[in-house]
């Protein structure tokens, strides 16, 4: 068959479906292309909005530039010029204790220090917690190959104070998990690396400091590694909006939902699949690249491969909710020379993290005007993704006033539910996805994408949907 013959279908149109069926139209460009979505617009979770002035992100506000993926993706779509960087002087991060904001250790990069001298003076940590940080450098390294815990392998190595006090709510922040369940190795396995090269995470920091000869900037940073996120003037929705615009005309299909998909051949003896719609109408494809959430890509797959529809619906997930917030600057009391904060599980407080938004990234707030972001939910507080608002932003409001001594009302509240969006990398992860591409890598006109596969954060998931497509354009080629 002649390859502009060929018909194929992306359900899901968040950014890892735009960026398959953007890299499927460059790679079969004579194909007939649909990508279907059951919303009313693209994007997925990320959302821009803009009002009064402000600009305002409904999920995530930045991304990692150390995966290149997407950086390169924003010059091929010619919007990198519009790639801005975090506020150099505010690169810190604050953690709470007891209800008070303090500033992160310096050089403490989500679960290890740099510099010994900055944690052995930080009010963050009991005398003793400290001592017990600081007698990893002694300890020998783990000889199992085994995974382990988030909160196994930080207890292991630096103690209960540091995986309480720093670890937990750095990485709660990015993961919305139970640290209990979340795997090392499926997360952020360079530790287990680090200790098994260098015998200690101290000793393995120290020696890539030395090496990398950090500049100034980059040493006087904490938490996340500030200098290497950026976002887009115009809004994270820029990519998303751009990606849409360059497929093919009435390519996109929008408040379609895959309500079935079954493998049928026709009459030439072709293997396709068929999708049927909320609305019973049915269409028929030579290859599918499903791009939805592992719990929905389940629920189409079950009846015709059943492993693999186990393997995916056996993927927990939590939810968060964003509450936004402005205030005139005046409002604020509190001097604040940081990105944001996160809070430790013990605090029990029912904020996980925040962001000051228009400090991060200056163009986000008129001259004079505080824009904070509140996250909450996750594997924590689960009700709180599904609380009605006006009872979540009486909570955050209660417990945001005091930590940064809020004069007054806001003067604009946003917020944005987001349920079951993030996928829980638990121990037993890595394998369930080996498992699940060594399935699909037989399934010669399927592909999966998605947040659940190699990572949540945008450039992955961009990444996933490129290899996708280009699995799919290499069967296509073989097969036709």
């Given at each position: 068959?002649?390859?502009?013959?060929?018909?194929?279908?992306?359900?899901?149109?968040?950014?890892?479906?735009?960026?398959?069926?953007?890299?499927?139209?460059?790679?079969?460009?004579?194909?007939?292309?649909?990508?279907?979505?059951?919303?009313?617009?693209?994007?997925?979770?990320?959302?821009?909005?803009?009002?009064?002035?402000?600009?305002?992100?409904?999920?995530?506000?930045?991304?990692?530039?150390?995966?290149?993926?997407?950086?390169?993706?924003?010059?091929?779509?010619?919007?990198?010029?519009?790639?801005?960087?975090?506020?150099?002087?505010?690169?810190?991060?604050?953690?709470?204790?007891?209800?008070?904001?303090y500033l992160l250790p310096d050089g403490f990069l989500m679960m290890a220090p740099s510099k010994m001298y900055p944690l052995a003076i930080t009010p963050v940590l009991s005398p003793l917690g400290k001592l017990r940080a600081a007698l990893e450098y002694f300890l020998p390294p783990s000889r199992s190959d085994d995974d382990e815990t988030m909160k196994s392998f930080v207890t292991r190595r630096l103690g209960r104070e540091v995986f309480e006090r720093l670890v937990e709510p750095l990485v709660s922040g990015v993961y919305a998990a139970d640290m209990n369940k979340l795997s090392l190795m499926a997360t952020l396995p360079r530790f287990r690396e680090m200790e098994r090269q260098h015998g200690s995470l101290i000793r393995a920091m120290r020696r890539q400091m030395r090496v990398n000869k950090q500049t100034k900037s980059q040493s006087q940073e904490s938490g996340a590694r500030y200098s290497m996120f950026v976002t887009l003037r115009g809004g994270l929705s820029r990519v998303t909006d751009t990606l849409a615009a360059n497929l093919p005309d009435h390519s996109v299909q929008l408040n379609k939902r895959a309500e079935k998909l079954e493998l049928f051949t026709d009459e030439s003896g072709g293997v396709k699949w068929r999708i049927t719609d909320q609305n019973g109408f049915a269409e028929s494809y030579d290859a599918v690249i499903s791009a939805l959430p592992s719990y929905e890509a389940a629920r189409l797959l079950l009846p015709t491969y059943q492993r693999l529809g186990e393997l995916l619906s056996g993927i927990e997930h939590s939810g968060t909710a964003i509450v936004t917030l402005a205030f005139d600057a005046s409002q604020v009391k509190k001097r604040l020379c940081g990105m944001g904060f996160v809070v430790p599980k013990i605090e029990n407080s029912p904020i996980l993290a925040g962001s000051f938004s228009s400090m991060k990234y200056e163009h986000r707030a008129p001259a004079g005007k505080q824009l904070i972001r509140i996250f909450a939910g996750g594997a924590r507080s689960p009700e709180m993704a599904d609380m009605p608002d006006k009872q979540l932003l009486s909570l955050i409001k209660q417990e945001l006033r005091p930590l940064l001594n809020i004069d007054g009302e806001p003067e604009l509240e946003v917020v944005a539910h987001w349920q079951r969006t993030m996928p829980q990398y638990h121990l037993g992860h890595l394998e369930r996805i080996r498992e699940v591409n060594a399935i699909t890598a037989k399934i010669s006109n399927l592909a999966l994408a998605g947040n659940f596969l190699d990572g949540v954060g945008i450039p992955v998931c961009s990444l996933s949907g490129q290899n996708a497509a280009e699995k799919i354009a290499e069967r296509i080629r073989s097969c036709f």
């Amino acid at each position: 068959m002649p390859s502009n013959q060929k018909t194929l279908a992306v359900l899901g149109a968040g950014i890892s479906g735009l960026s398959a069926a953007y890299r499927l139209h460059k790679l079969c460009p004579d194909a007939t292309l649909h990508v279907w979505d059951q919303q009313e617009r693209t994007g997925g979770v990320l959302t821009t909005l803009y009002q009064n002035g402000y600009q305002i992100e409904q999920s995530a506000d930045n991304f990692i530039t150390t995966v290149p993926h997407l950086v390169s993706l924003c010059r091929e779509l010619g919007i990198a010029e519009e790639l801005v960087s975090t506020t150099p002087r505010f690169r810190r991060t604050y953690v709470v204790r007891k209800k008070h904001l303090y500033l992160l250790p310096d050089g403490f990069l989500m679960m290890a220090p740099s510099k010994m001298y900055p944690l052995a003076i930080t009010p963050v940590l009991s005398p003793l917690g400290k001592l017990r940080a600081a007698l990893e450098y002694f300890l020998p390294p783990s000889r199992s190959d085994d995974d382990e815990t988030m909160k196994s392998f930080v207890t292991r190595r630096l103690g209960r104070e540091v995986f309480e006090r720093l670890v937990e709510p750095l990485v709660s922040g990015v993961y919305a998990a139970d640290m209990n369940k979340l795997s090392l190795m499926a997360t952020l396995p360079r530790f287990r690396e680090m200790e098994r090269q260098h015998g200690s995470l101290i000793r393995a920091m120290r020696r890539q400091m030395r090496v990398n000869k950090q500049t100034k900037s980059q040493s006087q940073e904490s938490g996340a590694r500030y200098s290497m996120f950026v976002t887009l003037r115009g809004g994270l929705s820029r990519v998303t909006d751009t990606l849409a615009a360059n497929l093919p005309d009435h390519s996109v299909q929008l408040n379609k939902r895959a309500e079935k998909l079954e493998l049928f051949t026709d009459e030439s003896g072709g293997v396709k699949w068929r999708i049927t719609d909320q609305n019973g109408f049915a269409e028929s494809y030579d290859a599918v690249i499903s791009a939805l959430p592992s719990y929905e890509a389940a629920r189409l797959l079950l009846p015709t491969y059943q492993r693999l529809g186990e393997l995916l619906s056996g993927i927990e997930h939590s939810g968060t909710a964003i509450v936004t917030l402005a205030f005139d600057a005046s409002q604020v009391k509190k001097r604040l020379c940081g990105m944001g904060f996160v809070v430790p599980k013990i605090e029990n407080s029912p904020i996980l993290a925040g962001s000051f938004s228009s400090m991060k990234y200056e163009h986000r707030a008129p001259a004079g005007k505080q824009l904070i972001r509140i996250f909450a939910g996750g594997a924590r507080s689960p009700e709180m993704a599904d609380m009605p608002d006006k009872q979540l932003l009486s909570l955050i409001k209660q417990e945001l006033r005091p930590l940064l001594n809020i004069d007054g009302e806001p003067e604009l509240e946003v917020v944005a539910h987001w349920q079951r969006t993030m996928p829980q990398y638990h121990l037993g992860h890595l394998e369930r996805i080996r498992e699940v591409n060594a399935i699909t890598a037989k399934i010669s006109n399927l592909a999966l994408a998605g947040n659940f596969l190699d990572g949540v954060g945008i450039p992955v998931c961009s990444l996933s949907g490129q290899n996708a497509a280009e699995k799919i354009a290499e069967r296509i080629r073989s097969c036709f």
